[in-house]
């Protein structure tokens, strides 16, 4: 019913979609490829999946990143899809190398060999659907640098065009959502959608070319509140300043909220971005140092 539901609406995207940055499985085959390598880690206690074989299941929109994933991580990928049309998709993109229809052959076909890591030969491994475009997870500092790397080489004219940047929504200051990115704020504010408004309000202030606010978006319709933006980078003095000031607020702002929730990964990065910004004041929490007093306080 999805067509449905679009009808008579000004805006349908609801996660990347919402901010015009939504780039299919390539937005989350980083992800995926993390993922896969650290249950490696954890569960097998590999640093190297060669000869290992992934059995799951999934080549829709951002399922079907797995297959890809595979194959840079160099372990064999063996992924159950039911919509046929979904599966010849993603063979004809490149995204699966092989199709089959019997377990059996399945089973026999499996070639470890052949599986190369992305890293080492990533040109045989076709990112795109659609764009040109990539995915890549960083922090606040890293951000930073990228965009201004990027925007000098446009500058200089190593690249030939404008780029636009922006970030996922599975991410630090973008989506209000309490059953999954925000689950983990405990302070009884999981369930607002101030951070996302402040994000799309904020980024829009420091020099965003677009914003854009949407809901929806993993978890359904009413249960999320994401915030997006587009920043194109023109090789500007003026656009290297925009990328510095608006990536910097766009993550401190959901640093700063986490902080104050009581995680103390966050409490270390915001104080180590204020020594780095004087520019940047945060009111920082202050620990209870008798935990009885919260007992006391809980039963007035």
Known sequence: DYEKFALGVTMYGQMTAGSYCYIGPQGIVHGTVL????????????????????????????????????????????????????????????????????????IQRKQYDDNIRWIREAGKHDMVVGSQARILYSDQNGRVSIAVAINKAVGTGQVKAPVVISRDHHDVSGTDSPYRETSNIYDGSAFCADM?????????????????????????????????????????????????????????????????????????????????????????????????????????
């Open 35 to 106: 993922t896969v390598l650290n249950a490696g880690r954890r569960y097998l206690g590999a640093e190297d999946l060669s000869g290992k074989v992934f059995v799951t299941s999934g080549l829709g929109g951002m399922s079907g990143a797995q297959a890809k994933a595979a194959a840079i991580v160099g372990c064999v990928g063996v992924i159950a899809e039911v919509d046929k049309n979904a599966l010849i998709k993603r063979h004809k993109q490149g995204w699966l190398m092989e199709v089959t229809s019997s377990l059996d052959d399945c």
């Open 196 to 300: 996302a408004v402040q994000n799309f309000v904020g980024d829009s202030f420091r020099g965003a070319t677009w914003v854009a606010l949407h809901n929806g978006g993993g978890v359904g319709w009413g249960e999320v509140i994401n915030g997006g933006f587009g920043l194109v980078l023109d090789g500007s003095p003026e656009a290297e300043e925009r990328a510095r000031t608006m990536l910097s607020w766009d993550v401190s702002n959901g640093v700063a909220r986490r902080c104050w929730s009581g995680n103390r990964n966050a409490y270390d990065t915001i104080v180590r971005t204020m020594e780095e910004n004087h520019n940047l004041r945060v009111t920082l929490p202050h620990e209870v140092k008798d935990k009885s007093l919260l007992a006391l306080a809980l039963s007035l």
